[in-house]
């Protein structure tokens, strides 16, 4: 399986499609980021950090002992568990 890896400014585009009121500048709304980033468990948080600073998922795997098929797979996961919480998180704001 050949892994497609996604870029941190097709994060942000996905990111910035998500509602969020006018007075939220990106530094905040990046920090949102952040602080669901460092809820996610050990493995996942590792995975996806390694992912934003540029590492392929072949790289990662090196690291983690997965394969890099399973890592891509995580990637996609986590994108969508943190969108999903970060949607969350501003309908409670």
């Known amino acids: 399986m050949n892994a497609k890896m996604i870029s941190f400014e097709e994060i942000e585009r996905t990111l910035e499609s998500v509602e969020q009121p006018r007075d939220i500048d990106r530094e ?3 920090g949102e980021v952040q602080q669901v980033i460092l809820k996610l468990r ?10 934003l600073e540029g590492m392929d998922a072949a790289s990662i ?3 983690t002992g997965l394969t890099p098929a399973n890592i891509a797979m995580k990637i996609h996961r ?3 568990i943190l969108a ?3 949607r969350e998180e501003q309908s409670h704001a």
């Open 78 to 80: 986590i994108k969508k």
């Open 61 to 63: 795997a090196d690291i």
């Open 42 to 51: 050990p493995l996942d948080r590792q995975i996806i950090i390694s992912y």
């Open 84 to 86: 999903h919480r970060i």
């Open 28 to 30: 905040r709304a990046l």
